[in-house]
């Protein structure tokens, strides 16, 4: 099996901008966003040397622990029927992890939850599956909003919105909102949104160093939308995109003027750069669907866009080192009930 490496990763990189099921999280800059984790690419090639399937995994020690966990974000990137392709790529990186001491090979493969011949293929490779959750029990979001503007012009995917997000969006623009597209001059501004979304909502947030990374991880496929009213900074979001999609990776605003609606006009801002590029889709990513959640309002605002949401599969193991792998679900699901004591404490 070919392997790469982020310094030589041109043409696999190629490879997942141009394929349907490309992710960005299986691009080698999410490699480069990732820097605590070590990337590689495992490239699975037909008789006449095209590439036919792709898989990028992230390596890293777990804190305070002797365990490695091995982790391939959406992948692999190939046609998910081809079972060769699929159990070829994926033995493979499973073979490396145990080289190099993962205790567990962990894949959230861009599919959804229904696909029961992918599944199987996955639990005869030998990976197990954990039970469906509804919030965010997984590294990612199980739960997913995807718009489908392929060949949409805007009044069309408009048109699509509940009416509630639809007066909003109009409100804002009404009221003198403005959007401004920026760069990496701009992700302190961002963090310290960021910072003050946390507080209100009860979540830990990134540095800026983090959101830098992305900016020049991505380059131009990556673009911070603020939303401004009167000079004063009321919201923002940071997108990235990747062949035929847009991601809605972080989003913010302040406490200021929020009668504006200005995340409104933010996210319709990035999705109609997501018409104008052509692309398939503009990806919401994830919610909370439990209605007891503090934070299923992300849910109902991202709803409001995109009426349908998709289950994916979820988190899939295969589990290399049995002791190891006990000992960090105990250690993750000690935290967990940490961070949720300390989020109650703080109301």
Known sequence: ?????????????????????????????????????????????????????????????????????????????????????????????????????????????????????????????????????????????????????????????????????????????????????????????????????????????RDTSYFERIMDAFGDDARIYFAYYEDELLAGALDVHVGDKIWYVYGASSNSHRNLMPTYLVQWSMIKWAIEEGCSWYDFRGGYPDENNPLHGIFRFKQGFCPEYTEFMGEADMIMNKAGYAFVEKATAARKSVYKLRAKLRK
């Open 1 to 205: 099996m070919e392997t790469v490496k982020i310094s030589n990763a041109e043409e696999f990189d190629r490879f997942v901008y141009s394929h349907p099921k490309g992710h960005m999280m299986q691009t080698s800059a999410w490699g480069k966003v990732k820097k605590e984790w070590d990337w590689t690419g495992f490239i699975c090639r037909d008789v006449s040397g095209a590439i036919k399937g792709v898989c990028a995994v992230l390596i890293r020690k777990i804190p305070m622990t002797p365990f490695k966990m091995m982790y391939a974000p959406r992948g692999p990137v190939c046609d998910l029927s081809d079972s060769d392709t699929v159990r070829e790529l994926l033995t493979s990186a499973a073979q490396y992890g145990k080289k190099n001491g993962a205790y567990t090979f962990k894949i959230d493969t861009d599919t959804p939850y229904d696909n029961t011949a992918y599944i199987e293929l996955l639990k005869s490779i030998g990976f197990s599956f954990k039970e469906r959750g509804a919030g965010f029990d997984t590294i990612q979001a199980r739960y997913i909003f995807r718009l489908d503007v392929a060949g949409k012009t805007p009044d069309e995917v408009k048109a699509g919105f509940h009416s509630k997000t639809r007066y909003n969006i109009g409100l804002s623009e009404r009221k003198g909102v403005r959007i401004e597209i920026k760069g990496k001059e701009a992700c302190k501004d961002f963090h310290d949104l960021m910072l003050i979304t946390g507080a209100r909502d009860n979540f830990a947030t």
